[in-house]
């Protein structure tokens, strides 16, 4: 029961709050944009959707010169490296909620599981994962990623695992700290005394008093997770050549770098998708701290 | 604060060990046949052996995991990183030649996110909820929001491609020339202060006209979060009872917000420098690509393109230990500043 009014208390708040309904509104456009990917760009039927085929002319033709076009009729936002931007726009949000919602599921999963085994048995158990913690900590995320799919090869799904990898430790370190915190509270001392097993007193009794925090790091993490997934293919080590991927369109406007006068839309259009994807995320992330953290409900 | 110190100086060892141990692991998972290029040390040694199988013989890669491991690890020791086919050198020589490009611009990007993310940060907080503060909070977020790599394609598109006014490149050919043939003497290796002793103000122009763009794209985001950071510590610090007493006793407010708050309010703002400094030299990674600059970061990307492993692992055991060592010196500057610290 006290989570259901806890719940509902959250609901109320955030639709009091301007900025987080702007920031949900983005959110329903952006899951609109994904579902109906296939209505707003038909794919050519029987073929995978993620792998962009050359584009085609107004009549039909496909288009062989790799010469950007600016954006016309039949396509709204230009031809890229011979890819239409449009439907990588379009797609590239279904890869974009994908690769952001399995790394920040799996890596809060081992961030909460190191988490709370550190934290709750301590000692040397504590110790240990910690050092581990920041020895992957150390080394800079975007170029730890950038060893990882150089060497696991190029594939959206080879940068969820880099991304995976090295994306638990905040979490793992935040939920340590905050059952730390409720370690000592006496709901929990009173669960020990009562013979409860370690299991179920971090399942049932740490984890939902100390997991709201995480859920904030969750949506502010989907954003920024999005935007290392993309700077990786923008590098040319990311998505494969030709994915349906916000990251892939800019790395074909970069071979324009100095001619970007004529190649703008390649920049800007995917630009605009990722900044308001990444905005959404933020905003709602956001009115959730400001919801949770008991500092501000005075 | 001795013993603080001693403790954190103890477990470097371990992590930096902990980091070549995760490298190493990286390493080995491409494969004996891939490795070969860890030791051979020019490409006239690789065509010089006849067949693959020697070669992983002759190198050990065929033995266990830990030997391979440590035998790897006395080579990082002994600065022995492999051959860079980026670099067309060792990897170590490349990295050491590279830094001085990466250290200029990522210290003079502190500047203007010390300046002007803190100046607006205080001017957000003293203000909270007027005109000024919400579009200072907009700027923010929208900032943060805005990926660096987007950001900085957009400014190569305004202010080179439209305006023509900050060009991308390091410098042009003409100071490119004189740096070359002289008369030039490298004094400290960071062009902008060699410009000034060699007292040639014209390269010392060029430099900057070169700088503005990869500075304003490696700065801004970081301008966005550190107004935050001290924004919402701004607006903590004034709830607290001793500034309501400075009010009571009648100060006016800008004594109250220079002396009282703003120095509390930036405590928090020291705990994320170290992060911050971090991510901005990772940040050159992105910013030296998308500028044409030379520089550790661009070598990272370019080494990672093409595939050179022992490049990219060489500049990241470097960007670790830049890492680890500023963390460090942050730590204990923290401890210093704030007495806590070194008790808990």
Known sequence: MAMNTESRRVLRKLVKNPTAMLGIFLLIFFILVAIFAPVLAPPEPGKDPFKMLPAKTAEGKMIWSSNPIAPDRAHPFGVIGKYDVWYGVIWGTRSAFRIGLIVSIISSLIGIVVGSISAYFGGWIDEILMRITDMFMAIPFLVAAMIMTTILGKGLDKVTIALIIFGWMQVARLIRGNILQAKEEQYVLAAKALGIRDYSIIVKHLLPNTIFPVIVQISMRMGSLVITAASLSFLGVGAEIGYADWGTLLNYARNYMLQLDKSWFAVVYPGIAMVLFVLAWNLVGDALRDIFDPKMRA | ?344
């Open chain 2, 1 to 344: 604060m001795l013993a603080f110190i001693i403790r954190r100086l103890l477990i470097l060892p371990i992590i930096l060990f902990g980091v070549t141990l995760i490298i190493f692991m990286m390493i080995w998972m491409l494969g004996p046949e891939r490795l070969i290029g860890t030791y051979v040390k020019s490409p006239e040694a690789l065509k010089s052996e006849k067949s693959v199988e020697r070669l992983i013989q002759k190198y050990g890669l065929d033995r266990p995991a830990p030997e391979m491991y440590f035998k790897w690890l006395g080579n990082v020791l002994k600065g022995d990183f492999g051959y860079s086919n980026v670099g067309r050198q060792g990897v170590l020589q490349s990295i050491l030649e590279l830094i001085p490009y990466t250290f200029e611009l990522a210290l003079y990007a502190l500047i203007p996110v010390v300046f002007v993310g803190i100046w607006l940060g205080v001017i957000a907080g003293a203000h909270q909820d007027k005109l000024l503060d919400h579009g200072i909070r907009i700027f923010a977020i929208v900032g943060w929001s805005l990926p660096d790599y987007v950001f900085g394609l957009l400014v190569l598109l305004i202010f080179y491609s439209y305006l023509k006014w900050f060009p991308p490149g390091f410098l042009s050919d003409a100071s490119m020339k004189v740096l070359r043939d002289g008369p030039w003497k490298h004094y400290t290796h960071f062009v902008t202060i060699d410009a000034i002793l060699n007292w040639r103000f014209d390269i010392l122009w060029d430099a900057i006209l070169h700088l503005v763009s990869p500075l304003l794209t490696l700065s801004y985001l970081w301008w966005a979060y550190i107004l935050r950071i001290t924004r919402s510590s701004m607006l903590e610090v004034m709830r607290k009872d001793y500034v309501r007493t400075a009010r009571a006793k009648g100060l006016s407010e800008k004594v109250v917000i220079n002396k009282h708050v703003k120095r509390n309010a930036l405590i928090p703002v020291a705990t994320v420098s170290g992060g911050m400094i971090m991510q901005l030299f990772a940040g050159t990674v992105i910013v030296e690509t998308i500028f044409a600059r030379p520089g550790l970061g661009r070598f990272t990307a370019t080494s990672a393109v093409t595939l050179d492993y022992f490049s990219v692992i060489g500049a990241a055991l470097f960007f670790s230990l830049i890492l680890i060592v500023t963390n460090l010196l942050v730590d204990i500057s923290y401890a210093l500043i704030d007495p806590r610290i070194r008790l808990s």
